[in-house]
């Protein structure tokens, strides 16, 4: 699957939006083992998809395109639902003149974040 996305700065944070185009695959029941699942992505150079590269670059014109940016989500299932285990990996910098300091903030406190809202909207879904 070929997708990109945009993300908006958090307000607490004076930078600019991001984006990035990327490559993804989904694998479900590896090895056999029902439940367990991965999606992992990778770059994808955005002059193939030329006409939505122009969309975004018009739409968010201050946008800084983000060229690493690898990773994946894995789920594996436990013997109940409350023994499964989720993995998240990522390999990434956020591109244009962002401190290694300020990126590591940026991360350490998106991410908790980030889950907190992922296991609230499984709760929603269960």
């Known amino acids: 699957m070929h997708y990109y996305q945009v993300m908006r700065s958090p307000a607490w944070v004076p930078i600019s939006d991001r984006y990035w185009f990327l490559q993804s695959s989904i694998r479900r029941d590896i090895g056999g083992r029902v439940g ?20 975004v670059v018009s739409r968010f014109p201050d946008a800084v ?29 956020p591109g244009g003149n962002i401190s290694d300091s300020v990126a590591s903030q940026v991360s350490q406190r998106s991410l908790p974040e980030n889950m907190l809202k992922f296991e609230a909207a499984a709760k929603q879904r269960a």
Not at 41 to 54: F, I, M, Q, R, V
Not at 69 to 89: C, F, M
């Open 36 to 55: 367990h699942h991965k999606r992992a992505w990778n770059p994808l150079d955005a002059t193939k998809y030329s006409e939505a590269h122009g969309a």
């Open 65 to 93: 395109q983000v060229t690493l940016n690898s990773g994946s989500w894995e789920v594996q299932p436990g013997k109940t639902a409350a023994d499964s285990v989720l993995i998240y990996r990522i390999f990434s910098h």
